[in-house]
């Protein structure tokens, strides 16, 4: 406690008076008590041992033990920051080497799956172009034990792929394809949506080969039933257009009857 503290509290239990000589004693007789006091205080403390020097650092004052343990504390501090910073350094490092180990695999998983579609069994589903500058579109789609893959001509990256649940599967796709030509335009095999319906039994095989065998002619599809009196769409065949039409125009479209004169055949 300082001295002007403590005058301070204390001069509030002095007697005011009209007396003026009498107030000033009053308040001599208190600085010379406190200084006596503190004399006092600072022999017992020299003779005790326990007496440090203070010395003015900046705005404060600290004794040489106060300023070792402020020292102390930077220093700890210091040092759980840089253990912090170098822990954060070791697991951006690991990130990077678990990325480009991803990146690694996935270039030999990608190099290792052309390579087997080399000898995979594959369907071409050719959709031509009406303008000569402008390539055809060719889709292949691999079979394979484990999945279906689609890649387009032209692109290293699989338009679409599905993983096939067991080997049950492989062959029930392998045996629906040993009954069809497969140097033909089977548009219908570049299509996801197609081998997932046909994979989940919502495909009535029957009535869709009966499509393929008389209303698909090298691809081009016909919904069109032709009488003397004129035409009309045929509203069994157009269910199929789904899994006929340019596969990048029926993407995330749902389709019904009324929309086939319009659009299905601008698209086919």
């Known amino acids: 406690m300082s001295l002007v503290n403590v005058v301070s509290r204390s001069a509030i239990n002095i007697p005011v008076t009209d007396k003026e000589n009498s107030q000033k004693e009053s308040m001599k007789d ?4 406190l200084v006596k006091d503190k004399k006092e205080e600072y022999l017992t403390r020299i003779q005790n041992g326990t007496f440090e020097q203070s010395f003015q650092i900046g705005a404060g004052s600290y004794t040489e033990k106060e300023w070792k343990k402020l020292l102390m504390g930077f220093d700890a501090a210091e040092a759980k920051l840089r253990e912090s910073t170098e822990e954060a350094k070791k697991k951006a490092q690991k990130a990077d080497e678990i990325k480009t180990s991803d990146k690694d695999n996935k ?7 052309s390579i087997e579609m080399l000898f995979a069994e594959f369907t071409t589903a050719t959709y031509p172009s009406n303008d000569k500058n402008i390539p055809d579109n060719i889709y292949y789609t691999f079979y394979t034990e484990d999945g279906i893959y689609c890649r387009k001509q032209g692109q290293s990256e699989f338009e679409w792929q599905i993983s096939l649940e067991d080997k049950a599967q492989y062959e ?5 394809l040993q009954g069809l030509d497969l140097q033909d335009n089977l548009k219908f095999a570049c299509h996801e949506n197609f081998w997932q319906d046909f994979l989940n ?4 095989m029957d009535k869709f080969n009966d499509f393929l065998e008389t209303r698909v002619t090298d691809g081009m599809p016909n919904y069109l039933n ?15 257009s789904k899994y006929m039409n340019l596969p990048d125009f029926v993407k995330n479209m749902c389709y019904t009857s009324e929309e086939a004169l319009e ?6």
Request: charged residues 35%; aromatic residues 14%.
């Open 30 to 33: 208190i600085f010379s008590q």
């Open 107 to 113: 270039d030999d998983e990608s190099k290792a799956k």
């Open 172 to 176: 029930k796709v392998m045996s629906y």
């Open 201 to 204: 039994d919502k495909v009535d």
């Open 226 to 240: 032709v009488y003397e009196t004129g035409v009309n769409i045929d509203i069994k065949a157009v269910q199929y």
């Open 263 to 268: 659009t299905f055949f601008r698209n086919r």
